[in-house]
């Protein structure tokens, strides 16, 4: 027998001992998905509720295997991270720019140290006096108005620039395949489409809640490809205006939620380590000092207190000292790898 023969086969998976939590990560994002569609569907309201939040949920976690994918955490090859990239992006309704532009944002947005976004919604908003104001007032209700703009200039601009016509094919492939799975479900239950529209209100006030308290980093309107300068922002600077915003310190367990999304000090220290170890190398990392950790009570409050300022705020605050240090983190709006491309 050769040396060759007794070589175990190369694994599917970046790590090995990623085939478990990736394979339910994954597995959960799909089949749950298909299941909380079905729920949606079903007659009975106690059937219906749950499908609300396993539709939501499993959307939110298809995101951030986005962003797993984006650093290609998850299997060895390329291009497998790059399928399910794209896979998660049509069940969270992100496909519209594609896999590879989001990756090259939000690598961009740790090579930077900086959020690097190509729209910029609040010179558009300040341009329409009386938009600016229903987009507060939107805010203020707890509608996640920037973020469906954020999305649905991902739709528009290749209609509307020369540069990005290229993407038009996509944009009309994506919008045609969604349209109709939304005119299915709206033949087989018009309340059915509404339900899912609350899901994806969940998902959007996820997504908007966690991205907003990660960083003080400076917003940076830019092309796509356009360099930025670094004007010293190095390693230092990065871990000083970076933020973990956990579920739960007492129960880890409920920061599989967010796909330990939140512990992101660590994942800008070691962008390379996969989600199922992100706990562990927080630990490692940072164990007692709690500065870089924010309590999530205390962010809830100011997400609400500054619901309507964040909108057009061009700084996003301070964290301070003390038992109420984040009352002046006013937070981020428009910043979700998502929709900066």
Known sequence: MTDTALKPAPSLWREREGALPNTLAIGYATLGHTAGLALLLADNWWLRL??????????VIAAYLIHEAAHYTLFRSHAHNRRVGE???WICGAAYCGFERIRHMHIRHHRDRADVTVFDYKAAL????????????????????VEVIMHFQLVARPF??????????RVLVVAATRLALFALIFAISPVALLLYAAAYWLL??????????????????TGENDPVSMDGRDRE???????????????????????NFGYHNAHHERAAVPWYRLPALHAELFAGSPRELMPLSQLLSTFHANRVRRVFDDH?????????????????????FLTVP
């Open 50 to 59: 749950p499908g609300v939040l396993l539709t939501g949920h499993t959307m």
């Open 237 to 259: 600077y990065e871990q000083a205006n970076t933020y973990s915003n956990v579920v739960s310190v007492r129960h880890p367990w409920l920061n599989l939620l967010t796909l």
């Open 87 to 89: 896979l998660m992006g």
């Open 126 to 145: 300040r341009r329409h006096p009386w938009l600016r104001r229903l987009v507060q007032a939107l805010e203020w209700a707890y509608v996640p108005t």
């Open 160 to 169: 509307t620039r020369a540069a990005e016509r290229h993407r038009r094919g």
């Open 204 to 221: 959007l006030t996820t997504l908007n809640f966690f991205d907003a308290f990660h960083h003080t980093f400076e917003q940076i309107f």
């Open 316 to 336: 996003y605050g301070a964290v301070g000292e003390g038992p109420r240090r984040a009352d002046g983190f006013v937070g981020a709006h428009g910043v979700s």
